[in-house]
């Protein structure tokens, strides 16, 4: 008669696999939980950038046209936010859904579309968006900054002409407002 024992080395290792398990599960969780947290806020508004809230959307908005939806096309500009096709290509040619970059109006159609202007200037903002008056802190006012100056020359001061001017005073109004 022949006694099958398990040696005290195969208990032991299999004790310390199911602690191991537990561990790692308890450290993959969440690293999963926060990996789809991400995941979610950044597919469900684009891209994350600091300081770009709602109200920062309106404010842009507020300066460029007065949020005017209606707004169509006027010299090259187009939509709410007064788009420029050479905007549109430095912000990465965002597109209506289904829609082809390399149509010749493609730009126009996004840039007069309200949620479609949005995302051409997160495109914008994430290539250009930067501290530009050197406090410290980029947000709102910087964002202003680099669509009145372009996204090179953002921190020229924008009281130096007349369309300057008035996007601060609009900036100004819009953030009163809130």
């Keep these: 008669m022949k006694i099958c024992l398990q040696p005290k080395n195969f208990v032991r290792k299999k004790k ?4 191991n398990m537990k561990t790692r599960i308890q ?3 969440p690293v999963c939980v926060m990996a789809g947290i991400v ?3 950044t597919e469900s508004t684009g891209i994350y950038i600091t300081n770009l809230s709602e109200a920062c959307y309106r404010c842009l908005c507020h300066v460029s046209t ?8 006027t010299a090259g500009y187009c939509g709410p936010y007064n788009i420029s096709r050479v905007y549109w290509v430095d912000a990465g040619k965002v597109t209506l859904p289904d829609d ?7 730009w126009e159609d996004c840039a007069r579309s309200y949620h479609c202007s949005k995302r051409i200037i997160e495109g914008y903002l994430q290539k250009f968006g930067k501290d530009c008056n050197n406090d410290g802190i980029t947000d709102c006012f910087d964002y202003m900054m680099v669509n009145g ?10 009281n130096r002409s007349e369309n300057g001017r008035l996007w601060l005073r609009r900036f100004e109004e819009c953030r009163n407002s809130l």
């Design 66 to 73: 007065k949020c005017d939806t209606s707004h169509g096309c």
């Design 149 to 158: 100056n372009g996204g090179y020359g953002c921190s020229a001061p924008l």
């Design 16 to 19: 310390n696999l199911e602690v």
């Design 100 to 106: 082809d970059p390399d149509r010749n109006r493609a």
């Design 39 to 41: 995941f979610w806020a």
């Design 27 to 29: 450290l993959v969780l």
